[in-house]
């Protein structure tokens, strides 16, 4: 049975920085690509970032690109996601998930993933 639980959400001045983890279990996770999505109240969930397999390869969303840094540590079965200069658009819940791949594309399309974590909440006060 796949696992993935994400944390290290919470509540951060507009400016700040948040580093998110998630560990995922179930599976093998140097053999799959890895995604972040969010989710803000009364919109779709939309693609922040992936990762490959070996992390040689990401893609972020344009709103997040030179802000948010995606990387994994194969060794620990974890996927992170470093926040730095946080916006109060960037509040949202913040998911999680495994590629069917090893490989993600630029598209960072939900229907590429296959495992969700329940989200951690990231809260950016103005």
């Known amino acids: 049975q796949v696992q993935v639980v994400e944390s290290g959400g919470g509540l951060v001045q507009a400016g700040g920085s948040l580093r998110l983890s998630c560990t995922a279990s179930g599976l093998t996770f140097a053999n799959y690509a890895m995604g972040w999505f969010r989710q803000a109240p009364g919109k779709e969930r939309e693609g922040v970032s992936c990762?490959?397999?070996?992390?040689?390869?990401?893609y972020y969303a344009d709103s997040v690109k030179g802000r948010f840094t995606i990387s994994r540590d194969n060794a620990k079965n974890t996927l992170y996601l470093q926040m730095n200069s946080l916006k109060p658009e960037d509040t949202a819940m913040y998911y999680c998930?495994?590629?069917?791949?090893?490989?993600?594309?630029?598209?960072?399309?939900?229907?590429?993933?296959?495992?969700w974590g329940q989200g951690t909440q990231v809260t950016v006060s103005s």
């Open positions: 998930a495994t590629g069917v791949d090893d490989y993600c594309s630029g598209s960072i399309d939900r229907d590429d993933f296959v495992y």
């Open positions: 990762i490959s397999w070996h992390g040689g390869n990401s």
